[in-house]
């Protein structure tokens, strides 16, 4: 959006630059887990040395980092020339050469920085949710839901911008509508979104599995556009270790759960996050998590080792007892099955055929991705580039001819899947 608003108002944008020689460095930040916190502070002194050799006149920074440390970090590093949070980015359009309000072109065009065939509509901001280990409540606030008629009027421009493929996201997608309609609104959403003209497909992120509003699933099941694919973030399974994450869930209720979203939604392809090394995880929470895992069958799988996040429930009351070597070890142990298992499902693709969206050229092959992948995140489909031309964001059928652990390989068998 603020690049839209530049580009409204006269400027030049470049996205992502390898080498900025522009006039102003704008740094958007993540604060989530401590990885993407160093990767912001290390982009950000970057910059600071560019403006230092005179390469770049202004550094800016805005998002989650900096709402959240934005006192420490005015201080730490003042080369910065002004700080912004994650909501008043449209202060720095007044502040970069005194414009007044009233001069300022506003729109709602976004610039986008995905291929042209896609992308990401946030349909809230925030979380209401308590868990132990997470800092978004802290960064965000709470739960605050977009109208329903502004996220669809996006959803409208972007396809007559050339828009095909929607990845829907918040913080907590299940939880929709609850602020602003006194009541849950995600499937009503879902399906007036696939009733617009030229969506093709809609993925959804990221559900949460206590209270779950079933009526979703009957949206995915009967809606052809609406992928079938969920993710929701599972975290653990034994019921010691959700019940001191405060999850609010048993381990019987997961299971239950699981069961009935494959039982409402035949084919469903399932992406979830695991988490090792929580305080308090014993080996045999471990194992119980293991088996679990066996059980499950996940199609997607990420796992990550808990970093304790200051602020948060688990940083106050919890020791983080768990080492860090015992942690990777289980990680390590963890993805390992979860790789048996993903490539044992991939095989059983081979032979079938599926419309594949193609998104980019890269060496003999041409890359594109299922309606049971997510971009960036999931597995990919590997077509050879010398079986004929194809089109970067056209979608075709395509038999698959083999697999590895996540990708499989495949050969267009008709032209452009309508």
């Known amino acids: 959006m603020l690049m839209g608003l530049f580009e409204a108002n006269g400027y030049k944008v470049t996205h992502d630059s390898p080498d900025p020689q522009g006039e102003v460095v704008v740094v958007n930040t993540c604060g989530f887990i401590a990885d993407a916190k160093e990767e912001s502070i290390n982009t950000i002194l970057e910059q600071v040395q560019r403006k230092a050799e005179g390469l770049v006149s202004k550094v800016y920074v805005m998002g989650c980092l900096s709402e959240r440390y934005l006192a420490d970090l005015e201080a730490e590093i003042p080369e ?29 065009v976004r610039h986008l920085t995905t291929p042209s065939h896609y992308a990401y509509i946030k349909i809230s901001e925030g979380c209401d949710r308590t868990c132990a280990y997470c800092a978004i409540p802290l960064i965000t606030g709470h739960h605050r839901s977009r109208p329903v008629e502004e996220i669809l009027e996006e959803v409208r421009l972007l396809v ?24 849950r609104r995600i499937a009503e959403l879902v399906e007036r979104m696939a009733d617009i003209d030229g969506v093709r497909w809609i993925r959804l992120h990221y559900a949460y599995p206590t209270n779950f509003p079933w009526e979703l699933t009957k949206v995915m099941r009967e809606k052809q556009n609406v992928c079938r694919y969920l993710d929701v973030a599972l975290q653990h399974i034994s019921s010691s270790v959700l019940a001191r994450m405060r999850r609010n869930i048993t381990k019987e209720e997961t299971i239950e759960f699981i069961e009935r979203l494959r039982r409402e939604v035949p084919g469903l392809h399932l992406r979830t996050t695991l988490m090792v090394g929580f305080p308090g995880e014993t080996e045999e929470d471990f194992r119980e998590l293991l088996e679990f895992t066996k059980w499950a069958r996940f199609e997607r799988m990420g796992a990550f080792a808990y970093s304790e996040e200051e602020g948060t429930w688990s940083a106050k009351f919890y020791k983080d007892d768990v080492p860090e070597d015992v942690k990777q070890r289980r990680l390590d142990k963890l993805m390992r099955v979860q790789q048996n298992i993903s490539a044992e499902l991939e095989a059983q693709k081979i032979g079938t055929v599926m419309p594949v969206v193609i998104d980019r ?16 995140v999931d597995p990919e489909v590997l077509v050879a580039a010398d079986k004929g031309e194809l089109k970067i964001g056209e979608m075709y059928n395509v038999r ?19």
């Open 160 to 183: 007559k911008r050339g828009v095909k493929e929607f990845q829907l996201i918040a913080q907590e997608l299940t939880y929709y509508g609850t602020d602003i309609y006194g009541h």
């Open 361 to 376: 050229r890269e060496g003999a092959y041409y890359v594109g991705r299922s309606e049971f992948c997510s971009p960036e």
């Open 80 to 108: 910065v020339d002004v700080w912004y949070g994650k909501f008043n980015y449209r202060q720095l359009l007044h502040d970069l050469h005194d414009i007044e309000e009233s001069s300022i072109i506003d729109h709602q």
């Open 400 to 418: 698959i001819t083999g697999s590895e652990e996540f990708d499989v390989y495949g050969e267009v068998e008709a032209k452009n899947h309508k």
